[in-house]
């Protein structure tokens, strides 16, 4: 699941070392049966805009990780809001 973030003025260490291929979204995720893995790209003209994509095997592994882990899900999304000024999932 792809998603576009801009990065708070000053954060985006922060954000990389927790939205990278083994930061802590990366971990939650790795929980689940069907998660493939996580890629995080910046953007060149843009400074603090990333690109993020978690990959899962299926829609179905996606949905069931979201059902076992909502709490988890939710907390770090909670814990990470500050870092990002807008995000947005990406269909």
Do not use: C, K, N
């Amino acid at each position: 699941m792809p998603a576009d973030h801009d990065v708070r003025d000053g954060s985006a260490g922060d954000f990389e070392r927790i939205y990278g291929h083994d930061g802590a979204w990366a971990r939650l995720f790795s929980l689940a049966d069907g998660y493939v893995g996580t890629e995080l790209y910046r953007a060149v003209e843009t400074p603090g805009r990333y690109l993020t994509i978690d990959t899962f095997a299926d829609d179905a592994s996606w949905q069931r990780f979201l059902l076992e882990h909502r709490v988890a899900y939710d907390d770090l999304d909670e814990q990470t809001s500050g870092l990002t000024h807008r995000e947005q999932e990406l269909a």
